[in-house]
């Protein structure tokens, strides 16, 4: 038996398989097919087709401007519709997109491979590394928050206590970058809350946890530590928001400006306007002076703030060490849900609302105060129907 030729065999065997092997994917092609293959992901994690309308994420926004344009053009369908198992083609169509509507520069980064250029499909730039686009995509599908309720009144606590002090945001890049259950943080201009976390798990890059995520705007997201710590870092404007705390409220020595004490004081009106009149047992003037309080109230009956009465005073609280701007704002901010709204007419017959009158009953006051003393207030608002404090739910 003659001895083989062993290169002439491996040729004739590549020549034979070229007929059964399909031809391969262009560039063009693979860059359609791997920008459906991320959609078709994003539609089966959110059951639904991704739409572009204005506030929802951006990742969304964009996949629906490439889904409408791979709609739109033939050539492309034809490229995509073998790997279309579960019919995503024939889904419905986004409702009034408008792709300019987006920046050239999102455009160019996420729709490359669906235009008409060739030479824009091979270039392939802003072409994004396959595990920061599933970060991306962990980050972007969001589902609807069946229990927002709960969480809803935490947001608004927080902010309120963003505006009086009691908490700040630092910057997440310049912190630990540890995140608990029950931490607060700002990502992409949307307030989150760690509502849950699963177990924690050594990896390669470090501890990792599937996380409950709940953001401001109703949505929620399994999303994982990681994913959350990496997005917060890229995010220039990401942000830690701090612990709740009343230590603010009481310097260790008076600032600069500020005398060493402060009164809180309460005032019960005596006006005769008839929604005065009716509840003046439950309507109260609330406000934070550094001098003799008497003084203060001399002649309210010509000051609109005073309703344009005389008042008496209920009762007065001190305080040591104080900063008196941060305790009023935080009274006026807590017993909002409560303020009086009215409007009357000053000296010159210029409509007035005056701002720190709060239908709040004296003893529910105290409580607050006291509250305020030992630094509990954080985990309370004040509800006007029950006319009481009560816990912040989580």
């Known amino acids: 038996m003659a001895e083989l030729d062993l290169d002439l065999l491996a040729a004739e065997l590549a020549e034979l398989g070229t007929e059964a092997t399909e031809a391969p994917r ?48 033939p050539d492309l369908r034809a490229i995509v519709a ?30 490359a491979g669906i235009t008409d250029s060739a030479s824009d499909l091979t270039a392939l730039k802003h072409v994004r ?19 927002f309720e709960i969480y809803q009144p935490l947001f608004k606590a927080v902010q309120e206590q963003l505006q009086t002090g009691l908490r700040s945001t630092t910057s ?3 912190t630990n970058n540890h995140v608990r259950k029950g ?3 700002i990502l992409g201009g949307q307030m989150v809350y760690i509502a849950d976390m699963g177990e924690i798990t050594p990896t390669s890059e470090g501890p990792n946890a599937r996380l409950r995520a709940v953001f401001a705007n109703g949505t929620e997201s399994n999303m994982l530590m990681r994913s959350l710590q990496n997005a917060l870092y890229k995010d ?25 004490s402060g009164t809180v004081y309460v005032l019960r009106s005596k006006s005769e306007h008839p929604e005065i009149a009716v509840n003046r047992e439950l309507i109260h003037k609330i406000g934070v002076t550094g001098g003799d309080v008497q003084r203060r109230l001399t002649n309210a009956k010509l000051d609109a703030t005073f309703l344009l009465a005389d008042v008496e005073v209920v009762t007065t609280y001190t305080l040591y060490h104080i900063n008196r701007t941060k305790l009023e704002n935080l009274l006026h901010t807590f017993f909002a849900p409560g303020r009086l709204n009215i409007t009357i007419s ?40 029950t006319v009481a404090l009560v816990r912040h739910e989580a």
């Open 26 to 73: 262009s560039a063009v092609e693979e860059r359609v097919l791997a920008g459906f293959e991320e959609i078709q992901r994003w539609v089966a994690a959110n059951g639904r087709m991704p739409r572009n309308a204005e506030g929802l994420d951006i990742f969304e926004r964009l996949y629906a401007v490439r889904m409408d344009r791979i709609r739109s053009q």
């Open 82 to 111: 073998p790997v279309d198992q579960d019919g995503v083609l024939d889904g419905r169509t986004a409702a009034g997109v408008d792709p300019a509507g987006l920046s050239a520069d999102e455009l160019a980064a996420e729709l």
């Open 129 to 147: 590394a396959r595990a920061e686009i599933r970060a991306a995509e962990e980050i972007a599908s969001r589902q609807p928050c069946l229990e």
């Open 172 to 174: 997440f890049a310049a």
């Open 183 to 185: 931490d607060f943080f």
């Open 236 to 260: 220039e404007a990401g942000r830690r928001v701090t612990e709740a705390d009343a230590g603010p409220l009481f310097a260790a020595a008076a600032e600069e400006g500020e005398l060493a």
């Open 346 to 385: 000053d000296r010159f017959g210029n409509p007035v609302q005056p701002r720190e009158w709060f239908q709040v009953p004296l003893f529910v006051i105290d409580e607050a105060i006291e509250r305020i003393r030992d630094g509990s207030i954080v985990g309370y608002r004040y509800d006007p129907e």
